[in-house]
Every structure is written in structure tokens, then in C-alpha cells.
């Protein structure tokens, strides 16, 4: 246990235990750290190996959200200290755990429910996504919002973005887009939708639930409960589904260019509702945002088709080194979160101006020190 993650095996039947995970740095919504995924990972595979651990629950102790991404803070001095060196060693420790961590997840032999209520951004979707059992509530906000600080989608992005409908992925990567209600099973980041007040319930069905040891009837078990409490069907369409056909129109095409104009030209959030702002408040995010990231999302997501997910972790480090290295990833944190000014200079003026050089640079490998 770390001062910011509190671990737990609660009793249930015949001598099996749930293992429970609350993350518990609200100050940070959760901000992942070094020192919490060194914590979570070795955890994670002890209770694999735990024959009598028959599911693992994931959640926070703040109502605020599960994660709010990764403590990118803590690289900022580094990166302003050694600009030029490929890779930065302490970015490549974080990015690279970090990254471990989420593939672990994906691959787990056992369940894993995580609560995603609240904030889950960046990191935190990185979290949650590989988990079997996803859960939003009608508070969640869900987001890869790295076009604000000049990083990219990456935890796995290249191929969650993939999986989601057409158009969709390149739409949230490319503007930040929140996902809320509906939306997230729509882009099959979450699988359930509970109410959060049935949180103690879910968790007293669970410990009363007829475990065994066959993991695959477990995995039955688990999601009879979660079905057993879904209100999925009492919420309207989401944002994104709602949108649906304009995304695709809008960004289809071969052209990045071409496709952040139409985006950018859409009139699709002049009317006054709140379906409107949600749309001008995506959009705002691709046009203030940094036109590195742009490109970078659009080829993250035609460089990882047909790539294992081993592979698109691989690819997705070396862009996250690449991007610590270069400029506008610096120049990001800088401005939301060391002078908090929010006014980033990027190094270059508009998706337009980019040059396909220094885009490549980013997806460029590096020999570990």
C-alpha cells in the first residue's frame, strides 16, 4: 500500500476474497504517479497468481472521479533538463510502467470491475478500458484529452480509438470530446452503466455471489450483477451517438488537413442547447489545441491497424518518447500546469503548416541507454 492506494481483500464464500483497489489521492483526482503503478502492478499479479482471488474491484475514494490521467507534472523539470536526450530516462521509466500496467489488465486471467464514476481522463481510461467489467454512472466524464498539452492518445489509444465507431476515434482524439451517458458504451470504453448510489449494493451482491473456481463462470457471475443493476436503458442517446452521422461525413476523407477544416467550418454548434455547447466545446479544443497532436492522432490510427496490442504499446512508447523530446509536449504542461497561463505557444501555427518531417520524427525508434 502507498499513501495514495489503499489495497483490500474482502471475505466472501468458501474461502475466496475479492480484491478491492481504491485509489486515494483526491487532490489529484488520482493523477497516476511512478510510485502508485509500481504500487498497483506487482499487486495486480500476486492476486493473478492467488488462487483463492476470484475478482479484482477498482475504484476511488473521491467523488470527484476515478483518475484524471497521468502525473505528468513531475516530468516537466526533467524534460526541461535534458531536451535532448532520446529517451528521457525518467519519462521512459513512467511511460513505460505505465504502459505495462495497462497491458496487464487487458490480459488479466481473472475479472476486473472497474468503477469509473467521475473524472476518468486520459491515464485513467488507460485504466479502465482493458478492464472485463467497465463501469460509467450518468456523472462519468470520459476523455483522451491530450490535444490540450501536445501529447497524444496513448495508453492504448491507437487502439481503442480503433474499435470505436466510424469516425469517433478520430473525432476524440482530435478534439478531447467528452464522453458521457450513453457515449461510453457507444465507443465501448464501458460496458455497464450503473447508478452510483448502488455502489454498496453491487459490492454486497458481489461478496454474496457464487463463486468458484472457474474463472470463466466467475466472469458469468460478475456480469449478471452488473446487468442486474443497469439503467442503461433509462438514459437517452449520448452526444457522440447523437452525432454520429456528421463525424463521419466530416472526417472522411485521406486529408488531415482538409478534415479539421471541415470541422472547424461545421455550424453545427450555433444553436443555443446544450447538445450545441458540447459540440463547440470539442471543437474549440481542436482549434486552440496543438497541431502536432492532430497529425499525430491521425497517424497513430492508420500506422496501428492490424498491429497486436503489444506492438501499439511498442509504437505508443516511442511517440511518448519522441514527444518529451520535442518541443510542444514541454510547452504544453508548461501552460496548463506549471505558469497555468493556458495560453501554449506550438511550434507551429495551424495543422496546415506542420511538415510531414517533423511529424514522422515522432514515430521515429530510439535505442534504450
Known sequence: MTSTIVFDEIHVSQGKCIARVTLDDPRTINALSLEMIRALYPQLLKWQENENIVAVFIDSSSERGLCSGGNIRHLYDSMVAEQAIVPNPLALDFFSEEYQLDQLIHDYKKPIIVWGHGIVMGGGVGLMVGASHRITTP??????????????????????????????????????????GKDGLHTKLANHILANESKTQVLAHLIAGPWSTDSEENYRVVTAICENHDISATLPMGNLERHQHQIQILTDGCDLTQIADNLLNSNLGQADNNEDDWWSHAINNLNVGCPTTAHLVFQQLRRSKGKTLPEIFEMELTMAMQCVAHPDFREGVRALLVDKDKHPRWQHNSIADVPNEWVNEHFRTFKTL
Open 139 to 180: 456523472a462519468s466524464i470520459l476523455a483522451m484529452p491530450e490535444i490540450g498539452i501536445g501529447l497524444f492518445p496513448d495508453v492504448g489509444g491507437s487502439w481503442f480509438l480503433n474499435r470505436m465507431p466510424e469516425g469517433c476515434g478520430l473525432f476524440v482524439g482530435l478534439t478531447g470530446a467528452h464522453i458521457k
